[in-house]
């Protein structure tokens, strides 16, 4: 099949796929094309009627591990290689380019942000509590405060402040449990439970954020949490050092001790006589002292709900069974880990762990004991530290950071490399696919000298059908969609 143009050069081409919805039947795979053709014009033929006879999914094209972001002429120029030359081409679907959609203004820094849609994580827990077209944004602050915005960025509900049964000090991370609850912590070294319900019709929403339980055991910040509505379980990193584990069941949390409270902490008879709220106080169902330094973040595993992974600044990565509250493994990177995020995998019974590192970059880990090399890829592109990571919905190829470089940027774990000499020259390296920049810096001039990122750092992001939503040091929860696939 011949796709050239009258004149010009042509170059033949083989095209295969690991997608197995979208395989060419053996007698299409190899075309002559235009020698200037680029990643639209060969997405066009794949799409016609006489190849996949698709409704115009957008693609891209991977040569030798790397996206082709030019015409194959300019590829072959640049790799010294000749017209004859037949290229593989590895075709998959685009990662739509993210496009600016709106910003949510805060009167103090965002620290966490969350989101509840009928595709993610909450909306599926809720079941048929959920209505759709009522999607949520969560946001945590500095100023000690959770909100909730509706999707056109109207603020719905408050939480109340520290003596009405709210956090004390500032917020460091915040997660819908369900439509109905949400767990936050922070530095009053408290993780709260919180009952949330809404009223008035569709054009005037109101919501109530009422405190329904304080869990008490860790001794300094919180600065992470991650949460299994499922069954009702909460994972938290500490500054302590410590990884708790908790239950949102009032019924089946233990009691907590005088000596887990917190100095100066309400206990529930002296609350009683102070405000109106009477949130139960609980200890954790296991608190574990497994790092030597700050533990930065926890995850469940995406299939076993009884395990665990765990980040610290002691460089290492650790694989937790909850059953027995014990570390099964062990993994020490070259650097202080500051985010994690598991990626599943269909290929493998374990998850890809992401970590997100003080030096830049991101490195991914395989927990498996038996894998021989630990670090699997690093992800290049940061220009500061990597402290929050999520995964894409919607595959398990591709991940989105934040960073305290003010950038979230795009991962494609199909592109790699080889690492250069001067990366060590062990591994793969993948670099970034799209940098999102904060809307609040642009056309402002960066000053000399400035450390990068200053006054615009990432402090966490989402990843939801609905979009990439980041919170920051502007103040602001940006939205970011992909949204249509810009011609070449």
Known sequence: MDHSTESGAQVRVTFTTQEEDIQLDESKRQLLVPADIRRYGLSRILNSESMLDTNSIPFDFLVNGSFLRGSLEEYLNANGLSLETNITLQYVRSLIPPTYEASFEHDDWVSAVDVLSATSPAGRWSGDNFQRGQDRILSASYDGLLRIWDASGNVIGTSPSGSHGGHTASIKAAKFLSSTQ???????????????????????????????????????????????????????????????FWTTSKASAPEVS??????????????????????????????????????????????????????????????????????????????????????????ASAPLLACGTSARHITL??????????????????????????????????????????TCRIWDLRSVRPATKDEGGMGSVSEPVYVIER??????????????????????????????????????????????????
């Not at 809404?198 to 109101?206: L, N």
């Not at 699997?376 to 989105?400: C, F």
């Not at 000053?447 to 502007?474: A, M």
Request: hydrophobic letters at 35%; charged letters at 20%.
């Open 182 to 244: 949400i767990a936050s912590a922070g530095m009053d070294r408290t993780v709260r439970v919180w009952k949330y319900t809404e009223s008035g019709e569709s054009y005037e929403r109101r919501g109530e954020l009422k405190p329904t339980l304080e869990l008490y055991g860790h001794t300094s910040s919180i600065d992470s949490l991650e949460v299994d509505g499922a069954s009702k379980r909460i994972l938290t990193a500490s500054a302590d050092g410590s990884i708790g």
């Open 365 to 406: 880990v395989d927990p498996r004991a038996s894998t021989a090399a630990t670090s699997v890829m690093t992800l290049r592109g940061h220009a500061n530290k990597v402290v929050s990571l999520a995964a894409n919905p919607e595959n398990e190829y591709s991940l989105v950071s934040g960073s305290h470089d003010g």
């Open 258 to 347: 005088d000596s887990s409270l917190l100095p100066g902490a309400h206990t529930s008879k002296r609350r009683k006589l102070t405000t109106s709220v009477t949130a139960a106080q609980r200890g954790p169902l296991a608190l574990m002292n497994i790092h030597n330094a700050p533990a930065t973040a926890a995850v469940f595993d995406p299939r076993d709900r009884t395990v665990a992974y765990s980040v610290s600044q002691d460089h290492t990565v650790k694989t937790i069974d909850l059953t027995t509250s014990s570390v099964v493994s062990t993994f020490t990177t070259s650097h202080a880990l500051l985010s994690l995020a598991a990626l599943p995998r269909s290929s």
């Open 439 to 488: 809307e609040s810096q642009q056309g402002k001039t960066k000053k000399k000298g400035s450390i990068t990122g200053e006054g615009c750092k990432v402090f966490s992001v989402v990843w939801d059908q609905l979009g990439i939503f980041s919170g920051g040091e502007d103040k602001k929860v940006q939205i970011n969609k992909g949204r249509g696939v810009n011609a070449e």
